[in-house]
């Protein structure tokens, strides 16, 4: 599907969030969201980590961010973190 993208790369795609919840104190339609992510490859030290931007206003914010991560598709290490950490997500208030 996206013949530049490398061997050695992987694009991550966080489109949406659909009906997130607010934190104590803030109303829906007072969400201010952002999301973190952190992919421990190619270790725990050299975690690949990102965020998005702050969609305000919205329990339902939509990003339509991409990143690319470094990765190598044949190295074991790569295939052990998918399979046993995958990506951490989190998603966050600003305010």
Known sequence: ????????????FIVKGINLPAPSGVATHDL???IK???QYPSTEQAQRNKTTV????NCPEYNQ???LNINRNHRGFKRII???GIKFEIFHKG
């Open 1 to 12: 599907i996206f013949s530049d993208i490398s061997s050695t790369e992987m694009l991550l």
């Open 66 to 68: 991409s990143f690319m």
């Open 37 to 39: 992510f952190e992919f």
């Open 32 to 34: 201010d969201a952002f």
């Open 55 to 58: 969609i305000k206003n919205t």
């Open 83 to 85: 399979q046993t950490k």
